[in-house]
């Protein structure tokens, strides 16, 4: 029998954790994990900079389109 473990993600599991984010806010549990595997990985915190980088650019060019 495989032991679980609440607070441990996969990299492609935290990406997905990520991107949720963007839209609803995540339970207690899904923060710590995603607070753990981000202190633990290399890959995930620049994916993390560059959605945060993409959502600032879209919300820069929507107050742009909205001006003119």
């Known amino acids: 029998m495989k032991a679980t ?3 441990r ?5 935290v990406t997905a954790l990520v991107i949720a984010r963007e839209d ?3 339970p ?3 923060r710590l994990a995603l607070r753990l595997h981000m202190a633990m990985c290399q890959a995930c915190p620049t994916f993390e900079r560059q959605v945060l980088t993409m959502r600032n650019a879209m919300k820069q060019w929507r107050a742009y389109t909205e001006d003119e």
């Open 5 to 7: 473990y609440p607070l």
């Open 9 to 13: 993600r996969t990299c492609k599991e």
């Open 24 to 26: 609803r806010a995540l």
């Open 28 to 30: 207690l549990l899904e």
